[in-house]
């Protein structure tokens, strides 16, 4: 098996990241940040982020495992003090995974007559700096509404307890291919109408944004950020591919919600 280490740059991280490695290398395995099976995210929830991008071109052939070493986070399972348990799961491996799905990010720029295509694990959200921001939304190819405020989000299920969650939005299961969008800010009043509650949107029901001309705008992917460039239409859809976790502790998704929000500690 080959393993890739992907630490944050924190000092209990880093420390982390050299134990594995030494337990590693007693165990015979190979160390392998190019071509791994399995990448070891150590740190919390935006270092799992940035690992899942850096391999995103080959999520096909790669299993995550997440170990925190800080607060809990929503995608780590292990702590950083069960190392050497979670190197035995590594030598008894059988290949059992989960999988979540993904967000497709399709961006038409006014400048550009190809498409530019990005991923999203979390969400995507856009935004304008100067002003309110004005954007038509389709779903499934029908205009639905023209939106008025701050910005727009949409997340995947897993998503849906990031950004999405401080907006008002639903969490939602990931067995459940759904988008949602949530809004920021909205402007409503006799004039200016929108919907103004989150909405969960069937997979087959592609979601497209039309904003009104300009080059001020912000277009988020997870934590990257695109900004200056004029969008003539964006699409979201559910990616074709899934992220993939092993499944040596993996939580249930509500056992991994109520420990992110809620805690186990019983009130008397």
Known sequence: ????????????????????????????????????????????DGTLLSAFHHYENRLDKIRFVGVHTGHLGFYTD????????????????????V??????????????????????????????????????????????????????????????????????GAVVHPNLEVLQIAEISSINNRVFRTLSSPMIVAPNDWITFRPMRGSDFVLTVDSDSYHNRDIAEIQYKISKKRIHFAKYRHMHFWQRVQEAFIGTENED
């Open 1 to 44: 098996m080959k393993i890739a280490i992907f630490a944050n740059d924190g000092k209990q991280s880093q420390n982390v990241k050299q134990r594995l490695e030494e337990r590693f290398t007693e165990r015979h395995f190979v160390l392998d940040d190019k071509d791994p099976d399995v990448v070891i995210s150590i740190g919390g």
């Open 78 to 97: 292990w702590r950083d003090e069960e190392v050497d348990d979670l190197v035995i799961s590594l030598e008894s491996d059988n290949g059992q995974s």
């Open 99 to 168: 999988s979540y799905p993904l967000l497709e990010v399709c961006v038409k720029y006014a400048d550009c007559p190809k498409r530019v295509h990005y991923l999203a694990l979390n969400e995507s959200t856009l935004k304008r700096i100067s002003s309110t921001m004005t954007t038509d939304v389709y779903l499934g190819g029908e205009l639905f509404e023209r939106f008025r405020g701050d910005g727009l989000c949409v997340s995947t299920p897993t998503g849906s307890t990031a950004y999405n969650k401080s907006l008002g």
